[in-house]
């Protein structure tokens, strides 16, 4: 069984900082890919930032230039540093991740609240 647990939501003023983690743990190979998608009050989940074992990110555009997306190997861990924030990021954000265990699993996150004000 793998799990993500994810961290560092909270409230935070318009134009302020905010670094959200996610741990991968269990029976796990090797990772294919992380990411980190939100979902707005009345919106449908929407990806956010998204890096491959490749190397290769893709960022939604209305956060390219202020959000970063990476990745620890050794910890299991992706971190998204998202600075510049705006009212319109508030949003449960929720780890995914593409993991290599005896087959190929897709998993998600608990969430994690991410408050913006004005």
């Known amino acids: 069984q793998v799990q993500l647990v994810e961290s560092g939501g909270g409230l935070v003023q318009a134009g302020g900082s905010l670094r959200l983690s996610c741990a991968a743990s269990?029976?796990?190979?090797?990772?294919?890919?992380m990411g980190w998608y939100r979902q707005a009050p009345g919106k449908q989940r929407e990806l956010v930032a998204r890096?491959?074992?490749?190397?290769?990110?893709n960022y939604a555009d209305s956060v390219k230039g202020r959000f970063t997306i990476s990745r620890h190997d050794a910890k299991n861990t992706a971190y998204l540093q998202m600075n510049n924030l705006k009212p319109e990021d508030t949003a449960v954000y929720y780890c995914?991740?593409?993991?290599?265990?005896?087959?190929?699993?897709?998993?998600w996150g608990q969430g994690t609240l991410v408050t913006v004000s004005s």
């Open positions: 890096l491959t074992s490749g190397a290769s990110t």
């Open positions: 995914n991740a593409v993991v290599m265990t005896h087959t190929y699993l897709e998993v």
């Open positions: 269990g029976s796990i190979a090797s990772i294919m890919a």
